[in-house]
């Protein structure tokens, strides 16, 4: 069954778990369990005729935000004759020097890195040998008069943040000057020493250049060339009869378009004078 997911915003998974004898030898990143759920006391060296304590101790993700380290993705409780999970190992032990740890069941966690982790144990209590049920935990065995809970959960991890730009960068992406200068770039090369022949051919080529636009029209390249329908046409056509033609001389011509425009002095000559 899928571990459910963790939406408490303050509960983080664990990064440890160990056995300790008191406070002051409890590392601390590490918190003791000192109690059960119902308030008795959580000390697993009683019974052992030991006079110094033993206790469960834990420590969490202080920032998930930003996870370093490992995380606690699973924890059991082994009999002594089973053998060690791989990725397995047992919890450490921040204890006095006599204090001594039951062998017959051992309790070992599988640490992970955060980033590689879908899930992680979130928490840890203890009840009596009596039926009770922790809400939301897994029970994962008995030891030493306690049975050990674990609350397990898939991670909520933080989404990435993107990583921030300046705006002058992505306005100056978007320019075109950028693009422009480049084609200036490409278009720039060293000038090449050209032949008088060259220079004249392209200085003719150059009317046809996109920038001299008023110079081109649709005719330009096209030769000019007679239809065939004409052609054949002109050949029909009788010869003119020049020899009737009368050539005139000059005195000839002055005597048969002479004018003498007497009418219109005539005519001048009746109009009143006009005022002075």
Known sequence: MAAPEINDPNCYPLTGV???????????EYQLIVTTTDGSSANFAKGFGQKSNCYLCVSSLLNKENPQGDIVSDIQLLPDKNPLPSGYAFISEFLDPKVIVSKKKRLCVKTVPFGGADSAVFDIKLTGKSKQIVPLYTCIGELSGFVIWCRKGRLDKPKPLPKPRSIAVDIRGLSLENESSRKREELDVAPVRLSKRRTTLEHK?????????????????????????FESTSVNVPSANIANFQIKSHAEIENEYNYSFMTEKTAAARLPPTAS
């Not at 160990?18 to 601390?28: D, R």
């Open 18 to 28: 160990g056995w300790a004898s008191s406070q002051s030898t409890c590392p601390k």
């Open 205 to 229: 080529d150059s009317v046809y250049s996109a920038e001299n636009i008023y110079g081109i029209s649709a005719m330009d390249g096209v030769p000019f060339v007679l239809h065939p329908r």
